[in-house]
Structure formats: structure tokens, C-alpha cells
């Protein structure tokens, strides 16, 4: 099993440009996640998705939208890059811990490097 | 309202020493906890996690943590620090509140691990 993949892995893009970023898992888990991690700031989350045909935002969504494909795809999506988007993002993915619909263990991507310049 | 407090963002261990990192959270219902590690250039990696069994939690790499509601806390500890925890660590919480489930990161403590 590969897990959780994301690509690209890097990315360069210029103030005003757009892009997507591809996440797949092949756990069979309903949740999947997209957080942004910069310096002092730990993860944040931009959206989730808590099972398949549904997405809600996280605590930084200015600026992005995604997409639940099927189950096992989530992309995220800047239709404008700025430079405040720089960041590393990362996608995760996990299964409900009880009937309460806690979140169990959250398994990552390996990431994705933007830099807006 | 920060959910998750990691107190210190940077913490120095020589090689053989006791590892502390610290962790405290806030929620008004029981929490289930969790640390993660990061390795530099890679996504995060479950350590360990509690989920209201035992509160004396044993993880990956001889890495424990122990649940203390009176202090609303949940420290990793390690007895004897090895060049390669040398990493990223994370604390995070997840909990019920009433728009749903919450999942919460704090910002990370850097381990240094001296030789």
C-alpha cells in the first residue's frame, strides 16, 4: 500500500497563477484532510472532507477550494496563488475512532513545497 | 480559544538524557490525544495516542506519554534520548464540541539531540 500520495512534490508559481493539488489514498478511509504548515504556526487546517460527497472548512479556507473526487481523491485548488500561500501542504486521511465520529490516527502525505512568488 | 499548548518550540538533549516535551490542552469534555513526529522533508508519523483506556501511554521508538486530567496535560517523555529522535514533534486533540468533531495540532516542539 502507498498510503497517502500527493503531487507534485514542488511547485513554483507566480502571483496571480493557479494550480491544483492531487491527494489519493488507498486505505479505504471516509475522511481526508488539507492542512498548510509554516514556520511556528504548526498545522492548520484549510478543508476537510469527513466522508465522500462532503467538505467543510477547516481554519485558513480563504483562498482555496477542494474537491472530494471519490473516496480515495481530495485536491485542493488556489485560483490565484499569492505570495501568503507560500507554504508546505499536506494531505491526510482517517477513519472514525468511535460511533461519536472522533477522529482517529490521521495518516500524511509526504507534502507539496509551493512558493508564490 | 487554542485547544493545544506545546510549551517550549525548541528543546536541547544530550544523547543519553531524559526527553520532556510538553504538552497541554483545553477542552471541557475528555479529549483523545495524540503526538505525532515529523523527520526533516516528510509528512507526520504517529507516535502515540490516548483514547481514555490506560492513561500511561507506550508508543513507536520507546517514546510514552501520560494522560493527567487534573493538569490537563499529556507530556511525551523518552528515558534516554538517541541521535535519530533528532525531529519535529507535534501534539494534537481531537474532541467533540457542538459544531462537530475538532482536530486540533499545536505548533510543534524541535528536538536537538546533542552528541
Known amino acids: 500500500n502507498a498510503g497517502v500520495t500527493q503531487t507534485p512534490k514542488f511547485q513554483v508559481l507566480k502571483t496571480g497563477q493557479s494550480m491544483t493539488l492531487q491527494c489519493a489514498q488507498d486505505m479505504n478511509h471516509n475522511s481526508m484532510y488539507w492542512y498548510r504548515q509554516d514556520p511556528g504556526m504548526g498545522l492548520r487546517l484549510i478543508y476537510y472532507s469527513a466522508s465522500e460527497g462532503t467538505t467543510d472548512k477547516g481554519e485558513v479556507p480563504n483562498g482555496y477550494n477542494v474537491s472530494r473526487l471519490n473516496k480515495r481523491e481530495f485536491s485542493l485548488r488556489l485560483e490565484s496563488a499569492a505570495p501568503s500561500q507560500t507554504s508546505v501542504y499536506f494531505c491526510?486521511?482517517?477513519?472514525?475512532?468511535?460511533?461519536?465520529?472522533?477522529?482517529?490516527?490521521?495518516?500524511f502525505g509526504p507534502g507539496t513545497r509551493l512558493t508564490v512568488l | 480559544a487554542q485547544s493545544v499548548t506545546q510549551l517550549g518550540s525548541h528543546v536541547s538533549v544530550s544523547e543519553g538524557a531524559l526527553v520532556l516535551l510538553r504538552c497541554n490542552y483545553s477542552?471541557?469534555?475528555?479529549?483523545?490525544l495524540f503526538w505525532y513526529v515529523q523527520y526533516p522533508n516528510q509528512g507526520l508519523q504517529l507516535l502515540l495516542k490516548y483514547t481514555s483506556a490506560a492513561t500511561l501511554v507506550k508508543g513507536i521508538n520507546g517514546f510514552e506519554a501520560e494522560f493527567k486530567k487534573s493538569e490537563t496535560s499529556f507530556h511525551l517523555t523518552k528515558p534516554s534520548a538517541h541521535m535519530s529522535d533528532a525531529a519535529e514533534y507535534f501534539c494534537a486533540v481531537s474532541a467533540l464540541k457542538n459544531t462537530g468533531n475538532q482536530f486540533y495540532f499545536g505548533t510543534g516542539t524541535s528536538l536537538t539531540v546533542i552528541p
Open positions: 477542552s471541557s469534555v475528555p479529549p483523545y
Open positions: 491526510a486521511s482517517s477513519e472514525a475512532l468511535d460511533s461519536f465520529g472522533i477522529t482517529d490516527t490521521q495518516y
